[in-house]
Structure formats: C-alpha cells, structure tokens
C-alpha cells in the first residue's frame, strides 16, 4: 500500500500493464496469433502484441469470430474428399510446406471510403500503385490457355490453397504462395514459405523480392471480416499492392473479389455475409486501374441467380467442394489480360 500512498502513478501504470497483458494473452491465440509470432519479451512488454494488432485496426472489443472453426471445417472436408477423390498434390516451388494452422479469420468491417482517390493509378491512400505514368489502351479480357500462367504467382488464403491442390493444371504450370489462415494484414511478412536451397522459411515479400512473374494474383479478404473496419483493410490492401507493384515492376496484377458464402451461412451469419463480401469488393474493384492492375469476380463462376455461392458445390458454406474449383480455373481461364 507504501506504493499506491507514494507513487500512484507508479502503481496504476503496474495495474494497466498487467490488465493489458492478461487481455492479450486471453486473446492471443484467436485475435492476434499472428502478430505474437516473432515476439520477444527482452525487448518489448507481452501486451505490444495487442498494441500492434490495433495499429491494423484490430481492437480487442471487436470480438473472436468463429472463422477457426471455418477452416477447421476446410481441413476436415479436405481430408474427408481426399478418401473418395485424388486429387494431384505437386508440389510447386515456394507452396506452403507446414501443416497449416487453424484459421484465424478476425480483422476488418465498414467504413466510408469515399473522398479516398481510388481511381486511375492512385491507391486508397493517394500513392501511385500502377507501375505505368503515362496513359495506355484499355484492354479486354480474353480467353487463353494453361501455359497462360506459367509465369504467374497466386497469392491467397485456404480458398486459394484449395486452387493449387484440386486443379493439377494450375499446380503444375503456376507457383502457389498460399496458406491456411493468411490475411491481408500478415501476407507479405509471415515467415511461411519454403524455397530450395534455403534454410528455414522465407516471407512472401522476400519471395517477391528474389522471384520476378509476368502475372499476380491476390485474393484475401475473407479472414479479416471479424475485425477492424473497410477503412483499415482497404488501406492495408493497397499498401500491399503497392509494395507488389515495387517488387513485380512489370507484372499484371489481378485483384480477385472474395468469394461468397452460402445463402444459408449468409443469412445465419452477422460477420461472414455477402451484403459484407460484397460491400468490400465494391471497394476493391476501385483498387484497379484497367492498365496493369485488374479487377476480376470469379463469383460469376460459382455463384447462383441470387448472388450467392452455390450450395451444392461447397461443403462447409464457405469453401468448393474439390470438382468445383474447376469452375474458377475456367474462368481464369477466359478473364486473362494478353498484352502484345
């Protein structure tokens, strides 16, 4: 009691740190598991962790959202269509090599945008995300074939795990930095991919940095809707944009929408809806300048009259049932952008 009569101040900023501290280890598996990867308690306090997940505009007030048991539901339905199906599973340079962790799908919401330059080659927050000044032809999307993309690089979450494992021509022709539970916020700096002739695990910055492509493909988005704002993930969306465009100076980018839910998981769901999927892929069709960064909607593949994903495709809600990811890889296949 010596200390809160002499040093009050003292004493309350003990009481907030240890406060701090128990929230975020109650909430460090689910909200901010990835940003306590890497942490070091000689150098910083344990609740720095919470700290820098607000920073992304990750609050722990925002609540856990059940995206764990998402993809849970993901691994488990993959396991159980791998007994009836046999699906390729090569592996492609740089593929995602641990077993992959549950998801953590927890970090963004709504947010007016508007006043934000999103058009031509301007980014959310006004940087230059084209790698072109000077105005070109508009282009229009064609029809192409599988050596399309043997220079292309898909970036992405479970969804996009699932493109590389159930279609053996993309396996076999693209590189796949994909990963269970990945986020927009995490994409370019976790340490998940294994290159030849490294040592350990390498980020997706650091792979872009080493490996040039003639094509991007991005699609994320769906893990981020327990949290944070469509501010805060517009905002970071183009940031990696931006960095991409730094390191593929001459590479097509491809922003993909998010894909749907079911009607049912939609209708049943306050965070994981498609009024919200679509209310954020409104704003990232604005990220796209027609010139070199492309939008594109493989919804229109899998999706039924009503905007929603089709039920009879998806096993959990959420993700294709293994035959149906040939639907996007067809539609891939006619939405391609060939530059003579």
């Given at each position: 009691?010596?200390?809160?009569?002499?040093?009050p101040?003292?004493?309350?900023?003990?009481?907030?740190?240890?406060i701090?501290?128990?929230?975020?280890?109650?909430?460090?598996?689910?909200?901010?598991?990835?940003?306590?990867?890497?942490?070091?308690?000689?150098?910083?306090?344990?609740?720095?962790?919470?700290?820098?997940?607000?920073?992304?505009?990750?609050?722990?007030?925002?609540?856990?959202?059940?995206?764990?048991?998402?993809?849970?539901?993901?691994?488990?339905?993959?396991?159980?269509?791998?007994?009836?199906?046999?699906?390729?599973?090569?592996?492609?340079?740089?593929?995602?090599?641990?077993?992959?962790?549950?998801v953590?799908?927890?970090?963004?919401?709504?947010?007016?945008?508007?006043?934000?330059?999103?058009?031509?080659?301007?980014d959310?927050?006004?940087?230059?995300?084209?790698?072109?000044s000077?105005?070109?032809?508009?282009?229009?999307?064609?029809?192409?074939?599988?050596?399309?993309?043997?220079?292309?690089?898909?970036?992405?979450?479970?969804?996009?795990?699932?493109?590389?494992?159930?279609?053996?021509?993309?396996?076999?022709?693209?590189?796949?930095?994909?990963?269970?539970?990945?986020?927009?916020?995490?994409?370019?700096?976790?340490?998940?991919?294994?290159?030849?002739?490294?040592?350990?695990?390498?980020?997706?910055?650091?792979?872009?940095?080493e490996?040039?492509?003639?094509?991007?493909?991005?699609?994320?988005?769906?893990?981020?809707?327990?949290?944070?704002?469509?501010?805060?993930?517009?905002?970071?969306?183009?940031?990696?944009?931006?960095?991409?465009?730094?390191?593929?100076?001459?590479?097509?980018?491809?922003?993909?929408?998010?894909?749907?839910?079911t009607?049912?998981?939609?209708?049943?769901?306050?965070?994981?809806?498609?009024?919200?999927?679509?209310?954020?892929?409104?704003?990232?069709?604005?990220?796209?300048?027609?010139?070199?960064?492309?939008?594109?909607?493989?919804?229109?593949?899998?999706?039924?009259?009503?905007?929603?994903?089709?039920?009879?495709?998806?096993?959990?809600?959420?993700?294709?049932?293994?035959?149906?990811?040939?639907?996007?890889?067809?539609?891939?296949?006619?939405?391609?952008?060939?530059k003579?």
């Amino acid at each position: 009691m010596k200390l809160l009569k002499y040093c009050p101040l003292l004493f309350a900023t003990a009481v907030v740190s240890i406060i701090l501290s128990c929230l975020t280890f109650a909430l460090k598996d689910e909200l901010y598991g990835d940003y306590a990867e890497g942490y070091d308690s000689a150098k910083m306090p344990f609740f720095s962790v919470m700290m820098k997940g607000m920073a992304d505009g990750v609050f722990p007030w925002d609540g856990v959202a059940d995206i764990r048991a998402i993809d849970e539901k993901f691994l488990a339905g993959r396991q159980s269509e791998e007994t009836t199906e046999t699906p390729t599973q090569e592996t492609v340079t740089a593929k995602e090599t641990e077993e992959p962790q549950p998801v953590q799908e927890t970090e963004p919401e709504e947010t007016d945008i508007s006043g934000n330059d999103v058009s031509g080659n301007s980014d959310i927050s006004g940087n230059d995300i084209s790698g072109n000044s000077e105005e070109e032809e508009g282009y229009e999307f064609c029809e192409v074939t599988d050596d399309y993309f043997e220079d292309a690089v898909f970036i992405g979450d479970s969804r996009t795990v699932g493109l590389s494992e159930y279609v053996e021509a993309l396996d076999t022709k693209a590189t796949f930095y994909s990963k269970v539970s990945l986020t927009i916020y995490t994409v370019l700096d976790k340490p998940f991919l294994k290159m030849e002739g490294k040592k350990g695990k390498i980020t997706v910055d650091e792979a872009l940095s080493e490996n040039q492509f003639g094509k991007v493909y991005i699609m994320l988005g769906l893990n981020e809707m327990g949290t944070g704002n469509i501010n805060t993930f517009i905002t970071k969306y183009s940031e990696v944009i931006a960095r991409i465009r730094e390191l593929q100076p001459d590479a097509i980018i491809y922003i993909q929408g998010i894909m749907h839910v079911t009607a049912d998981k939609s209708d049943n769901d306050k965070l994981f809806n498609n009024p919200n999927i679509n209310e954020r892929n409104e704003a990232l069709s604005q990220l796209a300048n027609d010139e070199d960064i492309f939008y594109i909607d493989m919804n229109e593949s899998v999706d039924d009259e009503d905007g929603n994903l089709i039920t009879e495709i998806s096993f959990d809600g959420v993700h294709l049932k293994a035959s149906a990811y040939e639907r996007w890889h067809q539609y891939l296949l006619q939405h391609a952008i060939v530059k003579e």
